[in-house]
């Protein structure tokens, strides 16, 4: 019987996985991954616990299900991995996106490392993607069996070492199927809300998370037009994000978008909302999944975006990390430090990190 190791966070999707899993054959555990703290915990070096509502929960799931469950604590990997990182990306004036280097470094490294030592042949999350094996031999995945809650894009650093290792049944399943399952085995967390936003900000407020880390929200300076004349000061780089138009405090007559960020100068550019779209980016960071490279002969579609829809492109090498992305057709608020993920059909090819447009 192989044995697989299920992250459990606490909520339906990864406790309906191992439900799933133990219906497949498999010998199941759970173990949930200890990553971050609350600010009340943070306050008391002496509480080294995290997440502790969601520790219960998963605990409470594997009794109801007789799996054993263990807590793994990878709260010093993922400051260092994650949180720190997340920081002085900021700080440069990207916006990043932590779920991806967490993937890849967390879950799916310091993650499946303990979970092997432990004898493990796979780990399974409750992401909603499939995992398949193309005929050119390589591990990928592709869309879930619900566009809705597709998780594709924030799993396209995997390596086909992490893949071949990985377990991923909810995404043959929509939301809704996979909540019936729960309740039709009386799981306590059959109801329980999807986690939002990033985990380590509670309360969605990345600038003040920031500050409250460094002391610094970047550096002031000037908001400038696309004719570089000044429209005011902002106080710090870090509070802006391309495609941003709220909390701006800028009145000329009509809305103005976020659209450029120089960290260095403290310079933050704005424009009109049909000035936010961009034709072409470049990537660096790459990395391989479906195929070993990128073919400049194919049409690609890309997301540069978690929540935005793929656009049909091509590919161009500038040099052997780094391509050029051309779209047929102009796409919004193009963000250097988000994931540029580039898809054939409904799997992924690979991808990288967006360090620059032609905005």
């Not at 619900?146 to 399943?173: F, I, N, R, W």
């Not at 939002?196 to 990345?206: A, L, S």
């Not at 002031?220 to 909390?247: A, M």
């Amino acid at each position: 019987m192989k044995k697989v190791i299920v992250g459990m966070s606490g909520g339906v999707d990864s406790s309906v996985c191992a439900y799933l899993l133990k219906q497949q054959g498999y010998e199941v555990i759970g173990a949930t991954m200890q990553l971050w703290r609350t600010k009340e915990q943070e306050r008391n070096s002496d509480d080294i616990s995290c997440g502790v509502d969601d520790i219960l929960e998963a605990q409470k799931v594997a009794k109801t299900l007789g799996i054993p469950h263990y807590v793994m604590n990878f709260y010093d990997s993922f400051q260092e991995k994650v949180v720190n990182r997340f920081v002085k990306e900021y700080l440069r004036g990207m916006t990043p996106n932590p779920c991806v280097i967490c993937n890849r470094q967390i879950k799916w490294g310091e993650f499946l490392k303990s979970c092997q030592e432990l004898g493990a042949d796979y780990i399974a999350t409750g992401h909603y993607a499939r995992l398949i094996k193309l005929d050119n031999g390589r591990y990928t995945i592709k869309n879930s069996k619900t566009c809705e809650k597709d998780q594709t894009y924030v799993l396209y650093s995997l390596t086909q070492e992490q893949l071949a290792h990985t377990l991923m049944p909810v995404g043959d399943y929509d939301k809704k199927e996979i909540r019936k399952i729960a309740e039709e085995i009386g799981l306590s967390v059959a109801n329980k809300k999807d986690s939002q936003d990033i985990c380590f900000i509670d309360d969605g407020d990345y600038a003040g998370f920031i500050e409250s880390k460094t002391g610094s929200l970047g550096k002031k300076g000037n908001f400038i037009s696309l004719d570089r004349k000044i429209l005011g000061q902002h106080e710090g780089t870090v509070k802006y994000t391309i495609g941003q138009r709220k909390g701006l405090g800028i009145a000329v007559g009509y809305p103005l978008y976020v659209c450029g960020i120089n960290a260095e100068s403290g310079e933050v550019k704005l424009c009109k909302k049909d000035e936010l779209f961009s034709k072409t980016l470049i990537a660096d960071n790459l990395q391989y999944m479906g195929e070993s490279r990128f073919d400049e002969n194919k049409i690609y579609h890309a997301k540069v975006r978690y929540s935005q829809d793929s656009k049909a492109c091509k590919v161009s090498y500038i040099n052997e990390n780094q391509i050029k992305v051309e779209f047929e057709d102009k796409v919004r608020a193009i963000t250097p430090g988000q994931a540029l993920v580039l898809y054939l059909e409904d799997w992924v090819a690979g991808g990288g990190t967006i360090i620059s447009s032609d905005l």
